[in-house]
């Protein structure tokens, strides 16, 4: 006698999260770009990956928070389900195998299947900017007086767009320490430690950032050192000292999202997956898990 679909058992599943390092060579790749650099590195060391259900059915794989176009990253993070489990050394050592020139495989831990999103939990990182340039081309005092007056300053507007609609934001709160830290005069880079806020609707970019203080014209890089976690203690401590932001501060007048305003007739069957749509971002994130 067959048992009922009910009561047979969940297949074995495996969450594990990995720390790698995004480098230059790869750094102008678009995100997606990079979600595919991921899954192609997977399907080639022959790990069984676990894909959501669907028409188009995607594997579940999951980012901390995307990279801009010119960035690298010191330690990424990514969450990847397996089904079933594979032994941890044995899953590092086949991806370091597959892994493209450009990407560094640190270090992979297990979390539990309903650990919380990756992308709910952040509320900082911190960059390093690189600016190439030799030591008369842009003085040191230059630099400085141009980060000062930056930091001396209570608005800095930009503009964004959302759902084509532009709109103004105040990027000045969202910049919590910027400082120049020095000149290597054997790279010919300058470099500046930058710590942001990273939360949803009120996030510090550093392109935007690099561009209100007028060093576009430069040759740079952008390189994320780390993301900092509310689920962390240390990384709580750390960000103790600064205000919590909100996307309202920064920007009122901020577009809301579109709602289509037609209505169709749903079918009963259709009940889960309406009380999907209305879950927040953060939730159905760590659905894709469950």
């Known amino acids: 006698m067959t048992e009922s679909p009910a009561l047979q058992e969940t297949p074995a599943r495996q969450r594990v999260r990995f ?4 480098g230059e060579s790869i750094k102008f790749i678009s995100h997606q770009d990079e979600t595919r650099l991921w899954e192609r590195t997977l399907r080639r060391a022959g790990l069984p990956l676990l894909y959501k259900r669907g028409f188009n059915p995607q594997p579940r794989i999951q980012f901390a928070a995307p990279l801009g176009l010119g960035m690298t990253g010191a330690q990424e993070l990514l969450d990847v389900v397996f089904s079933p489990p594979v032994p941890l050394d044995e899953l590092m050592a086949q991806i370091r195998q597959k892994l493209p020139p450009g990407v ?10 309903k650990t919380a999103s990756l992308q709910s939990l ?9 600016i190439y340039a030799e030591a008369e ?6 630099l400085q007086a141009k980060i000062n007056a930056f930091l001396n ?3 800095i507007w930009r503009e964004r767009e ?3 609609q532009r709109y103004r934001y105040n990027l000045r709160p969202l910049i919590f320490e910027l400082r120049y ?6 790279a010919a880079e300058r470099r500046i430690f930058l710590r942001v806020q990273m939360r949803p609707g009120a996030t510090g970019r550093p392109d935007e950032l ?12 952008l390189r994320r050192e780390r993301i900092y976690f509310a689920d962390n203690e240390e990384d709580q401590a750390v960000f103790a000292r600064y205000p919590v932001i909100s996307q309202d501060e920064i920007s009122p007048q901020r577009p809301k999202s579109r709602r289509k305003e037609h209505t169709r007739r749903r079918k009963p069957r259709q009940a889960d997956e309406d009380s999907h749509s209305n879950q927040s971002f953060a939730e159905k994130a760590a659905d894709e898990f469950s």
């Open 122 to 130: 952040t509320i900082g990182a911190e960059y390093t900017i690189l």
């Open 137 to 142: 081309e842009i003085a040191e005092s230059q």
């Open 210 to 221: 690099v561009d209100a203080l007028g060093f576009d014209d430069y040759a740079r890089t």
């Open 153 to 155: 300053a209570q608005e």
């Open 19 to 22: 720390t790698y390092e995004k």
């Open 104 to 113: 560094r495989l640190i270090a992979g831990i297990e979390v539990p299947l």
């Open 162 to 164: 959302r759902h084509g």
């Open 181 to 186: 830290t020095g000149y290597d005069a054997d």
